[in-house]
């Protein structure tokens, strides 16, 4: 098979590391790609939604299946585009259609699923610049900390969590009145604060059978000790140790069977991931988000666990054949730390030379935002290298994660070296 994935982060040259080992697949294009993706595929310069450059290029090289990495394109409809063209029809596509990536594409969309379909969450409120008084007031019955979420896309940056009422009033006339978000927080849910700790979970679904993959817990702030401001992640652990198997299972009942059964009662077509951001209140699960697609850096660490073909996967994703594969995976934990520009996520400088990616032994550097300029690897991006690797437990593999860190360089580079300091 021709196969194609779409993006560019340490996500897309993971999917890219793992389908190249499959004998199913014969060439590989990503688009648009990194200095990663660069090593093992064919690297062509489109715009995930470019989707008229995009099938140009599936005709072009023949391609038989796009694998969709980030959200954008999902929630613009890439999906939908093939489905509704002649040409195109006929090619595997994983990744929901636009209908169900509201489930990402719009947070209030999102909670409304989870009340209709009796799935645990946090109880909320939306609102909009034509009642952000009543805002005020919803925020006035709620005890601190108060949590904002823009409720369109905003770049994993548009939730905000503050201790302060005044600073949470004046917060919400900033995203609301002032667009600090853009149009992505012309609408904002307010939610009460679930006090507990965060993990993943992730589902593969062909829109009627599941098979769930390991769960893995990522570091979105940017500081030690889970402080500072939210980054799109600093680092991720798989398999979660505090996920017992009883706790497990609480999720598969309460949360997943009823996300797939919820997607075919309300006719929401879904082939791909559900991406599925949790936390555990005392001994429950409740659902803080969706996603439409795989998280990074949590890819960087279920995919390496997961020993099956995953093009295989795919195929029976897109035939609607998933409950006839066995998903094996691997017992040794995984662990990732990211490497980033130094000022992210504020503003930081791009360009900067990557070395020492050679010495690199017992880990997998993912690259993210880096890229080949004048045959030097540079960074291109805020969190641009993933270092991956496998141990016997979580705390031997986040160690030859950092011993290997310590070979690389590149100006102003920064990492958390406290992953995993809280389980």
């Known amino acids: 098979m021709t196969i194609l994935i779409l993006g560019s982060g340490g996500r897309e040259h993971t ?3 793992k389908i190249a080992q499959s004998p199913l697949c014969k060439s590989l294009y ?28 599936v005709l072009d090289k023949q391609i038989d299946m796009v694998v969709v990495g980030p959200e954008d394109p999902l929630v613009q409809g890439v999906h939908d585009f093939f489905l509704n ?18 489930l990402e594409g719009s947070k209030e969309f999102a909670k409304e699923f989870m009340m209709r379909h009796n799935i645990p969450t946090a109880a909320y409120q939306s609102f909009n610049a034509s009642n952000v008084e009543d805002g005020y007031a919803f925020l006035e019955t709620l005890n601190p900390p108060y949590v904002l979420k823009a409720d369109g896309l905003a770049a994993g940056k548009g939730v905000l969590i503050l201790n302060d009422l005044n600073e949470a009033k004046a917060e919400l006339k900033n995203m609301l009145v002032d667009a600090k978000f853009g149009n992505a927080s012309s609408k904002v849910v307010i939610e009460e604060f679930l006090d507990g700790i965060e993990l993943s979970c992730f589902v593969l679904t062909d829109g009627k059978n599941y098979k769930i993959l390991p ?14 401001l939210n980054t799109g992640g600093m680092g991720a652990v798989s398999p979660v140790p505090f996920a017992t198997p009883e706790f497990l299972n609480k999720i598969e009942e309460r949360i997943v069977k009823p996300t797939v059964a919820g997607l075919q009662k309300d006719n929401l077509p879904y082939k791909g991931f559900i991406f599925i951001g949790l936390i555990k209140v005392g001994d429950d699960p409740k659902v803080i988000e969706y996603n439409v697609r795989m998280g990074d850096p949590e890819t960087e660490v279920v995919l390496p ?12 994703i897109s035939n609607e054949t998933l409950h006839t ?36 032994t017992d880990s997998i550097p993912f690259h993210a935002g880096a890229i080949v300029k004048d045959e030097k690897v540079v960074t291109s991006g805020g969190r641009v290298m993933a270092i991956t690797s496998y141990g016997n437990t979580y705390q031997e593999a986040i160690k030859k994660s950092y011993q290997n860190i310590e070979k690389l360089h590149f100006d102003k580079m920064y990492y958390r070296k406290d992953i995993g300091f809280d389980l």
């Open 305 to 316: 666990r997961l020993k099956n073909d995953l093009v295989e996967i795919f195929q029976a």
């Open 30 to 57: 990503v688009a648009p790609g990194n200095s990663g993706t660069a090593e093992i595929a064919q690297n062509v310069n489109i715009g995930v939604t470019d989707f008229s450059a995009i099938k140009t290029l």
């Open 215 to 228: 769960t893995a817990k990522d570091y979105k702030r940017i500081g030690e000790g889970d402080t500072g």
């Open 15 to 17: 999917f890219a590391w």
């Open 325 to 360: 594969i066995d998903i094996e995976i691997d017992e040794r934990a995984a662990t990732t730390v990211m490497l980033v520009s130094g000022g992210y996520p504020e503003s930081y400088e791009k360009g900067k030379e990557i070395t020492g990616i050679e010495a690199i």
């Open 85 to 102: 063209d002649q040409a195109l029809k006929h090619i595997s596509v994983i990744g929901p259609q636009q209908a169900a990536a509201e």
